[in-house]
């Protein structure tokens, strides 16, 4: 087994990627969780680039396009979920995961 | 300087500019909206200029700019701008006269708190007025026509909160949407038959030779030429637009708006849109000409209408009191005279017609202003007098635009445009009576005029707002003086020694010298009765001026019947009201009916239909089926109470279980080698 | 910059074009020292000289600046300024320096001491790093990228976390909201500031400095040259970009952060000594980044303003250009007073960046009608004129116009 | 417009900037070291002893250790021993002198009740503000010889204060002459005292009175 | 080539691991923060510089922003141990699937053989970028601005107090 450098980032993505799953898994403070799947979206762009960079064809662009578009909705889904963190703080003076059970079935 | 015709969009691009500002200006902001109204006005003019001296360099030649606008999958729908002398020559007037107008308007509409609205709206209208003009395509031409509408009727009912003018400007709107009407069925049939709306298309165009054939080879009903037709049809939208006989209704009532409005529509804008139109595809009304077969030629009814029209608005002009309405009647008989002029086959005579009149009009209606203003809003007659004194600089340009109009001869240009329009008819082969109509005409416009400076500037003060008038700041009367001016002087670019302005527009490069008027007779004849109408009219008012508001007036002691039938405008009016208004309202109510017991009662039979088959269900429905029904649910509740279980609403558990069902996946995918 | 003031007129005709030995002498003197040392090592040393250059030339920029400032703003006040330091007082910011560092540097008990520690290193870190990308002279580029007005702007984008960082390490409230009030202001003004020059990218269609540099090359009418500043959408934005460059970097009458006469210093409230110093050396190292990104953008960079006097190395011009600016920036402080919170973000928002956004519609109309020639030109100049005037005014009224007496709901 | 307002702002500090420049009148600072601001007149900081005379400053000073300043001084920063012998003053009248007189500076509040409460001119308001000192305890406590300052440099202080002080003690002085005087002729006239020295020779005659049984 | 790429890797993973085990907010958040500067970092080493500085721009400038405003805003719990995992068991769990995930994905990655394009690393010039952006992703690009200007209305709507008071009564 040759380990490529396509290799080597698909490891760190996929490190950085269950740093961040094992982040949401496990903290209880909604902001983090958050953080948490932020740092899950960004394995995934360097996902593109190392696909993009190795791949048969780095003259397209289309990798780098992609992570431009990826970046611009997780500051999007920054904004709206940090909103939404807020306002449930507000509704019921806590960030704890847990305490926002509304949902229970 | 001279302005490409590419650029020719500017002129109109100018005023819609002010009119988007004017829009956008607090009601405070009164110097901005007029500021930006005139100075886009003064631009436009310029351009006018411009494009007028590019149109003169080669006065034959219709330079046009087409672009495709709409692609419709089939063919493109283009539109264009056209620049030839008669657009040229229209845009100068209209500039011009407007830019006098909106200038007066900042005088006469000082006190308004909607100041800038009214800006606004000129802008707009001249707008709408100049598109119409520089448009090479009659769907333009017809957007911008209709914008013209609008705006008209939005500066007739400026003061809606007074009913009349409410009532005025939506009769203006419906009356002038009849005509145009006919102008649009005629637009796509026009389209249909030739497959092109464009004027001038290098050979394509619908006023070229290639189109204009196939239409006059088609017949329709009647054996009536598709040309004829087509002809009549956009002569209806001329006769909605310019005042025509059947459709001169509105026209009057129109004087209910402010008054630089009444002189922007009937003077320079409105009105002559009319007049250009036909002057715009005469080419396609004058096409049947030669045509022996037809039952008709669409210029014999161009001047059978004019003919009426001219006579009969003069005929009503005689016996109407408020000075405007004088003036607006008077217009419908010019405009008579324009479509006269047109149908006789003398469309040059028409525009020079419509060129001066444009100007000593719009002088009169300015002086009308002028005193109506000074008069505390006064606008009887029988109310005013002796205002020659206190307003020096009115009466005098009243009193010259008063003889441009009646045609005071040599030295008024109302006088030649006139004889050109009179010289015309008697060389028409087909009939002599549009002449006496005209000859008429001519005998009456000078005795009402004479009756109507003599009512207004002579004898005494009959009312304290007349006996208080006092002349006007010189931002409304040096407009006056500047159109007095150009009333005597317009009229030396066409006399008949000098036909300068014929020969432009004919596309003649050189001043022919021939003269236009053969034989002086004619001349000889009109000038008697310009004399006659004026000394009739003095005898009668000028003499003995009226002392009373309530005294009769002499013709009505003459003859109180014809009298009362002119006062009364023949009745026109109260025909429309009983045939057509009575119609109309028969309508609304059979449908109000219609509505009301058919529909609606259907409607509610069905309802009570259903209310009743309801009630018949639910009683089976509450004892039968229920029972089955309920078991069924409290199983199925039971079984969903179990699964809820898992909706623990906690998101932790949401994402451990897609994190253990994406590992689950893959695991199946990696080690069963795929599902 | 230090060649510009040994400039004598002996090397007038020599120094003409681009290629002179002038033009060529600071990458003459990096190329003679690194080429002591071994190849493997040269472009190490290489690196190092330039990033020492830099440091060391603006550094001193930074210090005479100071100076400068203070005598400026004496003068201004009619008052002489520090004269007492040396001769003219020019020893002032030795003696600044001295008095700085030997200060005792007091850390709040409670205060994050890691993070109050990081704080002004990296504010100084990244301002410093703003200056890697902006060309100096013709040759004097120390990094060329080809997204090199982003890079600008992510670096300095980073100097907010290190306030947050400041405010927050203090562990004192008041530094906190300081911080938080800071940051709505960076936040507010990199709108219009970003946006501003978003019409110039438009126009040159690139992010690269060298490449805003090339658009801007040449001359109208045979002497004005073609810098961005000298049209009428590109003076709007020049103007947008100084306002909003001000409040970038917490200059008066935008330095509300520190308010040093109203708040104790904003954020720095809990900070003494040399990391004072370094918080004041991060704001200059803004200020003449953001002077010198002005120039790129706007000012044709170290083009020469007029043809017969391309003969001068181009880094003198830079130099003389950031000068202008720098004095102007202190012209500012001198003479307006500090904005209150409500106007300033009123001013950000309302008035700066609709008007950054109209003006980009203006440049996209000038761009449109590059054909136009002749009378056009006139008819486009003046129309693009009207559209930066326009919005100008009618914004301007909404900002200026009676505004009601606020009232408070907690006073 | 908008933006006039700051226009005109630039101009005027452009205005300031370059003239200040060119013309110095501007510049409204002194530098005070080289140059010190003329104080107002009536400006006071802490108490002198005067003497006639500048060149024996000792031997002419017109306090008699009365004391009563001792005894007024609110802070109680003054400290006097009175001589057991008697000299000659600078009128050549035999008084008795302070041996000690101490104002501890650091206590003084420059209140100027001693001065209103002299009957012998003797101790005025100085006008010192540089005092600044590197020892506080001995540097600030002035004795007889730090406080002693002529006459001379009384009357630059506060020429005004001064020239009335004098008249007022010539004419002491001459009401005391005459006094003399009528005491060594037969004939006594209490009555035609000069009115504009009615009051003054009264007031020193009591406390002088007073002063002496006091030790 | 390697030795860079280690480097970035550890500067992005031990942030990101840290910041994920620490209880105080701030630092998890600063720390973040340093990981996303180490993508940043990754993304200039893979040549793709003009995605680095807008992760610059976009994460250490503006989310990060966002982040601390949001972590100041919702301060002072009622219960501050919520920072930590609460329940043991939770974390095992969360532990054992996210370490799961690792496990597969990594397996996922070494067994499979990629083969690493020929071609040199290609620089693609900005200007290149923008046309495609303008050219071929018009309507994503669109969107995006759609979506970023609709969430940001969003969020402010969302964050916005309610002039009526708070409602939460305990």
Known sequence: MILTPLHLCLILSSALFCIGLIGALTRSNAILVLLGIELMLNAANINFIAFWRYGPNPEAGTGVLFVVFAIGVAAAEAAVGLALVIAIYRHQRSIRLQDARLLKG | MSLPVQLLWLIPALPLLAAGLGALTPRSGRKLASGAAILAMAGSFLLSCGALMTALADPAAHLVHNFAWLDLGEGVLRLGWLLDPLTAFMCVMVTFVGLLIFIFSTGYLHEDPNFTRFFCFLSLFAAAMLGLLVANSLLLLFICWELVGLASYLLIGFWFHKPSAAAAAKKAFITTRIGDLGLLLGMLWLYDSTGSLLFYDGGQGVLEATALGGLVAQTTIGGLAVSTAIGLLIFCGAIGKSGQFPLHVWLPDAMEGPTPVSALIHAATMVAAGVFLIARVYPLMAVDQGLATTPLHALTVVATIGAITALMGAMIAVAQDDIKRVLAFSTVSQLGYMMLALGVGSWVAAIFHLLTHAFFKALLFLGSGSVIHAAHHEQDIRRLGGLRGPMRITFVTFALGMMALSGVPFLFSGFWSKEAILHAAQGWNVSHLPLYAGLAAVVLTAFYMTRLVAETFFGSARSDEARHAHENSPVMTVPLVILAVCAILLGFIGTPAFPWLQSRLMGQTEVHGHSLFEGGGLMVLSIVLVAIGIGSGWALYGRRPRTTTSALDPIEKISPGLFGALRARFGFDELYAATVGRLNTATAALADGLDRYVWDGAVRFLAALGEFAGFVNKEADEDVLNGGFDATNDKIRGTARLYSAAQTGGAHGYMRTVAIGFVLLVLIVMLGGGL | ?411 | MLGSGLLQGLKVTAKNLVGSFHDPERLTTLEYPEQKAKLPENYRNFPFLVSENATDPMGTLRCVGCQICEKECPPQCIYIEKSKDKKPDATGKMQVYPVVFDIDTSVCMSCQICVEVCPFEAIKMDQVFEIATKDRFTALLLDRNQLAKPNSYYHEIHPTEAAEVDARLLAERKAAEEKAKAAATPKPAVAPTPSPTATAPKPPEAPAAGGTPAP | MTIPFLIIAFVTLVPAAVAMALRNLIHSSLLLIASWAGIAAFYFWAGAEFVAFAQVLVYVGAVSMIVLFAVLLTRHTRIDAGLAPDSIGRALAGLLAGGAVFGVLLGAVLSTPLRVGAKAAAQVPVKRLGLELMNHHTIALLAIGILLTVSLLGAVVLAATDSKGKGATP
């Not at chain 3, 540097?105 to 100084?124: E, F, G, K, Q, T």
């Not at chain 3, 980009?360 to 009378?375: E, I, N």
């Open chain 3, 1 to 411: 910059m230090i060649g510009a003031t040994s400039f004598s007129p002996l090397l007038l005709a020599a120094g003409a074009g681009a290629d002179s030995f002038l033009e060529r002498l600071p990458l003459v003197i990096r190329d003679t020292v690194a080429g002591v040392f071994p190849a493997p090592l040269q472009w190490l040393v290489g690196s190092t000289l330039s990033i020492v250059a830099i440091v060391a030339i603006f550094g001193g920029i930074f210090a005479g600046l100071t100076l400068v400032e203070r005598k400026m703003l004496g003068r201004i006040q009619n008052r002489p300024g520090p004269n007492r330091t040396g001769p003219m007082g020019l020893l002032q910011p030795i003696a600044d320096g001295i008095k700085a560092l030997t200060k005792e540097d007091i850390v709040p008990r409670s205060a994050d001491h890691l993070l109050h520690y990081l704080a002004p290193v990296a504010l100084l870190a990244f301002s410093i790093l703003t200056f890697a990308v902006i060309p100096f002279g013709r040759n004097l580029v120390p990094l060329e990228l080809d997204a090199a007005v982003l890079y600008f702007f992510a670096a300095g984008a980073a100097s907010e976390l290190a306030i947050f960082m400041a405010g927050w390490a203090s562990r004192n409230k008041f530094s906190l909201l300081a911080a938080m009030r800071a940051l709505a202001q960076l936040i507010s003004y990199e709108l219009p500031l970003l946006l501003s020059f978003v019409p110039i990218i438009m126009l040159a269609g690139t992010l690269s400095m060298t490449g805003i540099i090339d658009a801007q090359a040449g001359w109208q009418l045979g002497f004005i040259p073609r810098w961005y500043i000298f049209t009428p959408w590109g003076f709007a934005a020049f103007v947008i970009f100084l306002i909003a460059a001000l409040a970038e970097s917490n200059r008066s009458p935008f330095d509300l952060p520190e308010a040093e006469s109203e708040l104790i210093a904003g954020h720095l409230t809990e900070y003494s000594g040399f990391k004072y110093a370094l918080f004041f050396m991060a704001e200059y190292f803004g200020m003449i980044a953001l002077s010198g990104m002005a120039i790129t953008l706007f000012l044709g960079g170290w083009r020469a303003p007029l043809p017969f006097l391309e003969f001068i190395p181009s880094y003198a011009w830079f130099g003389a250009k950031l000068l202008v600016l720098l004095l102007f920036f202190i012209w500012i402080r001198g003479t307006f007073p500090r904005l209150r919170i409500d106007q300033l973000t009123r001013l950000a928002w309302k008035f700066l960046v609709p008007l950054a956004l109209v003006n980009l519609g203006t440049a996209a109309f000038w761009s449109l009608t590059s054909g136009w020639s002749g009378a056009l030109q006139l008819v486009r100049w003046a129309l693009t004129i009207a559209m930066v005037i326009g919005p100008f005014v009618l914004l301007g009224r909404g900002l200026s116009g009676t505004h009601r007496p606020r009232t408070y709901r907690y006073a």
